[in-house]
């Protein structure tokens, strides 16, 4: 049996409670550079249309980032990565109801978008990368998910490196829970990635995903984002393959681990396949 399986998630303004399903948290990056979908969103307006089409396709939760952390990305200055995403945020008030994380290291980032809407913090630095960032987590009231990441992106696959994997990362996730909690962070306001391609091979990869269930032993909701990565071509054998349906694939496995949100580019292939295969799980335990 699983364990520790948190059950809500207080973000800024309201409590996302979690089922039988995990929710699915939609992608919109408004950068040229993002490594599957770099620069397809980039204009506002059809960063807008994207948004209502996420929303419309089944996500509960929308993510803006206006900074590529694809491997060897190089760093936005803050004033660029603030215009990708507080003109797409102006223009998204009151077009979208479900709730918007911001995907960013930087706190004059993350409080902007508060101020124009957004609920959750959603930073892979795991909140290291700026300290006055925990300090606008708490003025807000923002939800926080905080991810695990060796390296930055533009070392973090030089040569990832564990002594074991699994049990390395959640303990990074556990001590990041308690400094947060040190920092006055109220344990409902936290989320924790273990950072699928964020420093880790192919192998580490798959073994983190074999054992997701076992991060819910920090005691917080478990989001995992593996949306179209490479190690998904590489176990399908081919750089062209299929990374929707790969994807896909992975989701499902996370379904029966009790992941609580899953943050991917297709949102509609995901609701349909999650919906069909919950309606179809079977009946024996």
């Known amino acids: 049996m699983i364990e520790n399986v948190s059950k809500y998630w207080d973000i800024r303004d309201r409590r996302l409670e979690f089922t039988d399903r995990p929710l699915i948290m939609g992608i919109l990056n408004v950068t040229p550079d993002s490594f599957s979908d770099g620069g397809k969103f980039y204009s506002v307006q059809s960063a807008i249309d994207q948004a209502r089409r996420l929303e419309d396709h089944g996500a509960a939760i929308l993510d803006v980032g206006g900074e590529s952390t694809r491997p ?7 004033d660029e990565e603030l215009r990708r995403v507080t ?14 994380s911001i995907d960013t290291q930087k706190s004059v980032v993350a409080r902007a978008a508060i101020q124009l809407g957004a609920s959750i913090i959603n930073d892979v630095s795991g909140l290291e990368a700026d300290p006055e960032m925990v300090e606008v987590a708490k003025q807000t009231g923002a939800g926080i998910c905080a991810m695990h990441m060796q390296g930055t992106p533009q070392t973090m696959q030089d040569n990832p490196q564990y002594s074991n994997v699994v049990e390395d990362i959640l303990s990074y996730l556990k001590h990041r ?6 920092q006055r962070i109220e344990p409902g306001k936290i989320c924790l990635d273990p950072g699928i391609g964020f420093g880790k091979t192919h192998e580490h990869n798959i073994t983190l995903l074999q ?14 984002g593996h949306s ?17 349906l790969g994807t896909v694939g992975v989701s499902l496995s996370l379904v029966l681990q009790k992941i609580q949100v899953l943050r991917v580019h297709d949102v509609l292939e995901h609701k349909q396949a999650i919906d069909l295969f919950v309606a179809c799980m079977p009946a024996y335990s």
């Open 72 to 78: 060897y990305s190089e760093s936005v200055p803050p």
């Open 87 to 100: 003109d797409v945020l102006e223009k998204l008030q009151g077009k979208v109801a479900i709730p918007i």
């Open 177 to 182: 829970r308690t400094w947060l909690l040190d």
């Open 211 to 224: 054992n997701a269930f076992r991060f819910h032993e920090a005691s917080q909701p478990i989001l995992i």
């Open 228 to 244: 179209r990565k490479g190690f998904i071509a590489k176990l399908l054998g081919s750089k062209d393959a299929n990374r929707t």
